[in-house]
């Protein structure tokens, strides 16, 4: 199965992604983590990334691109994989149209996990991660409409997009993920 995963930041895909990798065993491919995790061993990407992280605006794309290309030729992402947090961009998702393309490997489904903004804002305060200040708070949420939201109309016109209703308890949104999937798996 190969699958995008987009919602806004706060959505709970983080916990929905754990969930469905646990039962359908695709390569999780977290872009949020392999910056994080290039900025705690310093790299030089790592610590470009970092400027923009640290204000929660979106690192330029072709960084990401880059890094999303290469991870994409890894042998365990020829079983399926979860990408989350990337596409963010229509840029990234035209790149990633390109790269799939010529692999042979389209997209099976591409799944938003819808919340209402004032929800989202509330869940981020109350987290305490080093980008979740009020501030970068407002830029990804921000970011997030202007940049992102675009995609789903981009999914949508392809017959990619599902929708799932992000409001209720980890297990009732997983439920309703499940529902999806089990019918494309
Ligand atoms: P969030 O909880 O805001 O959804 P992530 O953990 O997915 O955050 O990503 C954290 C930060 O990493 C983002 O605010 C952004 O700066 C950067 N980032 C992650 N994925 C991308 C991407 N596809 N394009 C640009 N920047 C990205």
């Given at each position: 199965?190969?699958?995008?995963?987009?919602?806004?930041?706060?959505a709970?895909?983080?916990?929905?992604a754990?969930?469905?990798?646990?039962k359908?065993?695709p390569a999780?491919?977290s872009?949020?983590?392999?910056?994080?995790?290039?900025?705690?061993?310093?790299?030089?990407?790592?610590?470009k990334?970092?400027?923009?992280m640290?204000?929660?605006?979106?690192?330029?794309d072709q960084?990401?691109?880059?890094?999303i290309?290469?991870r994409?030729?890894?042998?365990?992402?020829?079983?399926?994989?979860?990408?989350?947090?990337?596409?963010?961009?229509?840029?990234?998702?035209?790149?990633?149209?390109?790269?799939l393309?010529?692999?042979?490997?389209?997209?099976d489904?591409?799944?938003?996990?819808?919340?209402?903004?004032?929800?989202?804002?509330t869940?981020?305060?109350g987290?305490?991660?080093?980008?979740?200040?009020p501030?970068?708070?407002?830029?990804?949420l921000?970011?997030?409409?202007?940049?992102?939201?675009?995609l789903?109309?981009?999914?949508?016109?392809?017959?990619?997009?599902?929708?799932i209703?992000?409001?209720?308890?980890?297990?009732e949104?997983?439920?309703r993920?499940?529902?999806?999937?089990?019918?494309i798996?």
């Amino acid at each position: 199965m190969r699958l995008v995963f987009i919602g806004p930041p706060g959505a709970g895909k983080g916990t929905q992604a754990e969930y469905l990798i646990k039962k359908y065993h695709p390569a999780h491919l977290s872009t949020g983590d392999m910056l994080r995790a290039a900025r705690d061993a310093q790299t030089e990407v790592g610590l470009k990334a970092n400027e923009y992280m640290s204000r929660g605006e979106l690192v330029p794309d072709q960084i990401i691109i880059d890094i999303i290309a290469e991870r994409l030729n890894a042998d365990d992402c020829a079983q399926g994989f979860l990408l989350d947090g990337f596409p963010r961009t229509i840029a990234q998702a035209e790149a990633l149209d390109e790269m799939l393309t010529k692999n042979g490997t389209p997209l099976d489904i591409v799944l938003e996990l819808k919340v209402p903004e004032e929800e989202l804002f509330t869940r981020l305060a109350g987290r305490g991660r080093a980008d979740d200040k009020p501030e970068a708070i407002r830029t990804r949420l921000e970011g997030y409409r202007t940049q992102t939201s675009p995609l789903l109309d981009y999914y949508g016109t392809k017959g990619l997009l599902v929708t799932i209703d992000g409001l209720g308890t980890v297990e009732e949104i997983f439920d309703r993920i499940q529902t999806v999937l089990d019918k494309i798996a």
